[in-house]
C-alpha cells in the first residue's frame, strides 16, 4: 500500500485508535494512535525545527495496521506506505527506527518512542498535525521524490 494524499495517512492513523501495541515485555500495550501523538509531540519538543522527524514519530506504528501478522515486516511496510508521501527521509527513519542506530535522529526518534508509552501529559488530537503533514507532503511532491 501506498499513501498518496495526507487524508488517506490520516484515515489510517485515526485506525490506529483503540489498536494495542503488545510489547514483548508483556502488559496491556500502548494504545498505538495515544503513543503516536505522545512520540510526535516529544519531537516537536527536542527538535522543534526537524517537522521530518517529527512526523516519523507519528507514523511509525501504522505498520501494525498494514502488517499485524508480520511484526518484523511493520517497519518496511509502513515506509513503503509512507515514502511517496512524505519522502525517502521519513520512511529511513520508519524503517529503521525499531533497530537503534548510531545516528541522532535514530537516537532521538527512540527515544522519544520509549518516552511516549508513559502516558501522563496531553499531546494533543492528530488534526494538530495536519498543517505539518500538508507541509511536509507539499515540499516532497515538489522535489519530485528525487532525494
Known amino acids: 500500500m501506498e499513501l498518496r494524499s495526507v487524508e488517506e495517512l490520516m484515515d489510517l492513523l485515526y485506525a490506529c485508535r483503540g489498536v494495542r501495541d503488545t510489547p ?53 511496510r509502513a515506509a513503503d ?4 508521501l512524505l519522502g525517502s527521509r521519513v520512511a529511513r527513519l520508519v524503517a529503521l527506527h525499531p533497530w537503534h542506530g548510531a545516528d541522532d535522529d535514530l537516537f532521538s526518534l527512540r527515544q522519544a518512542d520509549e518516552d511516549g508509552l508513559a502516558a501522563g501529559f496531553d499531546a494533543g488530537v492528530l488534526e494538530d498535525w495536519r498543517t505539518v503533514l500538508e ?13
Open 81 to 84: 506506505a509512507v515514502r511517496p
Open 24 to 76: 514483548d515485555r508483556g502488559g496491556p500495550g500502548a494504545d498505538l494512535h495515544d503513543h503516536a501523538l505522545r512520540t510526535a509531540a516529544l519531537l516537536r519538543r527536542s527538535r522543534p525545527a526537524d517537522k521530518e522527524l517529527q512526523l516519523t514519530g507519528l507514523v511509525h506504528p501504522i505498520g501494525h495496521l498494514l502488517s499485524p501478522a508480520d511484526a518484523t515486516g511493520r517497519p518496511e
Open 135 to 147: 507541509l511536509v507532503a507539499t515540499r516532497n511532491s515538489r522535489l519530485g521524490a528525487v532525494d
